[in-house]
């Protein structure tokens, strides 16, 4: 069956213009994941969305990131106003609940540069 | 706070010799450990996982883990690496943040020399 999808696979953005990553889960999953991966760093947790609980937002790192999520399906990610330091791989994950036992299944990811 | 420590950068092993990518962790309440893989510009897939039982759990493409929880270590293994298995690995431990997140290792390139 399809996998998660993302889109674009590569976006290029001047410094201070706003983004938007898409992101569409397996569908089903009711748990979504977005996650920041910095060149030689690990995998850094944005915000999580798990049916229609209130998100996790915990770990976006300034108010200029949000991320909502229609209809329980896709969700999009927006980056307000870049900076050269947002340039990273965004990564986006689902799995069928939110008990951790599931395994993530997660998209190709979005290349951003910010020039 | 969860944590997961991937302590060597790079892995350099010769194709047909075992490979032995390392992890130990940290957390309290029960350890869900998972092993990841990421081949060039793609996204990570899934390996293998400990939830409970058997210490020693076997995964994708001939990987296995043993999990050792005095050493609090979740090792990943395969006896006979192939060239296709250089990739960056991440081992994954449970936030018990009480979020359902996994906290992610910084990562091990792995490259298996022909």
């Known amino acids: 069956g399809a996998g998660v999808s993302q889109s674009p696979s590569n976006k290029v953005t001047e410094k201070g213009k706003d983004v938007e990553l898409r992101c569409d889960p397996i569908s089903g999953h009711t748990a979504l994941y977005w996650y920041r991966q910095s060149l030689g760093q690990g995998l850094e947790f944005l915000i999580y969305?798990?049916?229609?609980?209130?998100?996790?937002k915990s770990g976006l790192p300034s108010d200029r990131f949000s991320a909502e999520r229609t209809g329980g399906s896709v969700s999009t990610l927006t980056i307000q106003r870049t900076q050269q330091e947002d340039s990273a791989v965004y990564l986006c994950a689902s799995k069928q609940t939110g008990d951790l036992f599931y395994e993530q299944y997660f998209g190709p990811g979005t290349r951003l540069t910010v020039t | 706070a969860q944590s997961v420590a991937q302590p060597e950068d790079q892995v350099n092993v010769a194709e047909g010799n075992p490979l032995t990518v390392k992890c130990t962790y940290s957390v309290s309440g029960n350890p869900y450990l998972f092993w990841y893989v990421q081949y060039p510009n793609r996204g990570l897939q899934f390996l293998l996982k400990y939830i409970t039982g058997d210490n020693l759990v076997k995964g994708s493409y001939g990987f296995e883990a043993e999990f050792n929880k005095s050493q609090t270590s979740f090792h990943l293994k395969k006896p006979s690496a192939l060239v296709s298995d250089s990739a960056l690995y991440f081992c994954?431990?449970?936030?018990?943040?009480?979020?359902?997140?996994?906290?992610f290792g910084k990562g091990n390139q792995v490259v298996v020399i022909p």
């Open positions: 994954a431990v449970r936030d018990a943040s009480g979020n359902n997140r996994l906290a």
């Open positions: 969305f798990q049916g229609n609980s209130a998100p996790d």
